[in-house]
């Protein structure tokens, strides 16, 4: 099992990633996400404030990748799969993230990590 550890976990909630899907065309989306929370020790919750193709993507095909990198190029890959909260309690958790104040957030994608590469 992959372990997001402290280091790895600050680097992930301090820093912007992005977020890849694939439509079941196989077609790729990226977006870019700015706040992100690791939950547990291979789990990171993403909110869904203004996602369109990305919701539809994950409807389909519910594997990702994200990657995350500073100035100096250091980063992480995290590949795994997801899950799509419209209520309950990953819903409420990013109700209350005080970075999410005053936007829709509209669902919580909760990503389970299966693979973890440091890059750079």
């Known amino acids: 099992m992959v372990e997001i550890n402290s280091e790895i976990k600050k ?5 912007p990633l992005a977020f890849a ?3 079941d065309a196989g077609k790729p989306n990226v977006i870019g996400v700015a706040y992100v929370k690791v939950v547990s020790k291979n789990q990171i919750l993403v909110t869904d404030n203004y996602m369109r193709q990305t919701k539809e993507n ?4 519910n594997n990702v990748c994200l990657a995350v990198w500073d100035k100096e190029w250091n980063g992480v890959k995290l590949v795994g799969t997801t899950e799509y909260f419209a209520s309950g309690k990953w819903k409420t958790f990013i ?3 005080p ?3 005053g936007l829709p957030t509209k669902g919580a994608i909760l990503v389970t990590v299966s693979k973890l590469i440091k890059l750079g």
């Open 58 to 61: 994950l409807e389909k095909n």
């Open 99 to 101: 970075e999410n104040k």
């Open 11 to 15: 680097f992930i909630e301090e820093n």
């Open 95 to 97: 109700e209350k993230i």
């Open 21 to 23: 899907t694939l439509d």
